[in-house]
């Protein structure tokens, strides 16, 4: 079997963690199995070097920044491999690019182009332990790229497709994926298995446990993700491909995310072209949109309402006043201080009323909804950020989602 780990901020965060991190990597080992180890940064490192920057410059080139951060998983890496040396294991450490990492020329958020794992599995065979950093590779002109914050899920499931492995094993200071946030509903359930496409949407939606980017790859090449805790050495929560013999329940789980803006455009002639008029220059700017409602036209004008990250709430106004102008529509508004809340679940497809029932719980709470928007697995509300906690609660306990309450 070939397994590759990957391990996070909070897992290498010092040398005692490295030193039970080696215990985990040593274990696989024996168990006879092939590993390949990726790491992330010591948990505030990636942060502490970016700010040294800003002492230097406010406004970093995104290269320079590359190159610089990048040094956090080199010594996370390097460290772990020297830590295994001692107990007489073969390993190493390589950068990204040594690794084969090979990605486009946009510092700071690079996409994988290639992964060559050939000479890592050589390697592998001969029970040598490569143990790569994670969030990194190098464009075609040899520039170090980064891949965004959380990057480095990213690399370590990319890395398990290019090695053929049988499992992404991803440690954390969690112990799997929750019905919801325990901090918030203690009665929440770890899962012990979900399936891509609902972990995608959960992520999406806010859930911070895995990267969106990691979940997309792994459902591509349907590589499984084993989610658990380097801290607590109990079965996590498996990613996996959606087992079609179980039958499931309405709802997985539920989600929220408070960093979310609610923008609107009113009083827009009704015309072809008004969509593109204000969503082209927020695309152009480089902010996502999410939400999107449209009002039904009435005597030739019509409203637009849609949601940004919180973010990217003063640049979007910005933008709409000037789009506003040219457009000739009446006004713009904008609220910060609204949040989603998601229910998500793939048994949606075969159970009906849920959409219903979403909307009379939050109603009973006396809860506003702002926005609806739906998938075939999922329905998210825009809220007032102040009852996110009472509409989790609420939904949690109606979809009977509820275990025994965390130790």
Known sequence: MRVVQKFGGTSVGSLERIRKTADIVAAELERGNEVAVVVSAMSGETNRLIALAHELNPDPERRELDAMVATGEQVSAALLAIELKSRGIAAYSCNGAQAGFRTDSSHARARIRDVDGSQLIERMQQRAVPVVTGFQGVDERGNITTLGRGGSDTSAVALAIALKA???????????????????????????????????????????????RSVELAMRYKMPIHLRSSFNLVPGTIVSEEDANMERAAISGVAYNRDEAKITVMGIPDHPGIAAGIFGPVA??????????????????????F?????????????????????????????????????????????????????????????????????????????DEK??????????????????PAA
Do not use: W
């Open 387 to 404: 009852q996110v906690d009472a509409a989790v609660r609420a939904l949690h306990g109606a979809f009977g989602l509820e275990g025994e």
């Open 166 to 212: 049988d499992v992404c094993d991803i440690y954390t200071d969690v112990d799997g994926i929750y019905t919801t946030d325990p901090r918030i509903v203690p009665q929440a359930r770890k899962m012990d298995h979900i399936s891509y496409e609902e972990m995608l949407e959960l992520a999406s939606l806010g859930a911070k446990v895995l990267q969106t």
């Open 284 to 305: 152009n700017a480089g902010i996502n949109v999410d939400v999107i409602v449209q009002n039904v036209s009435a005597q030739g004008f019509t409203d637009i309402t």
């Open 307 to 383: 949601t940004v990250p919180r973010g990217d709430y003063k640049a979007t106004l910005d933008l709409m006043h000037k789009a506003c102008a040219s457009m000739q529509a009446k006004d713009v508004t904008g609220d910060n201080t609204v949040a989603k809340v998601s229910v998500v679940g793939v048994g949606m497809r075969s159970h009906a009323g849920v959409a219903g029932k979403m909307f009379e719980v939050l109603a009973a709470e006396n809860i506003n909804i702002q926005m609806i928007t739906t998938s075939e697995i999922k329905i998210t509300v825009v809220i």
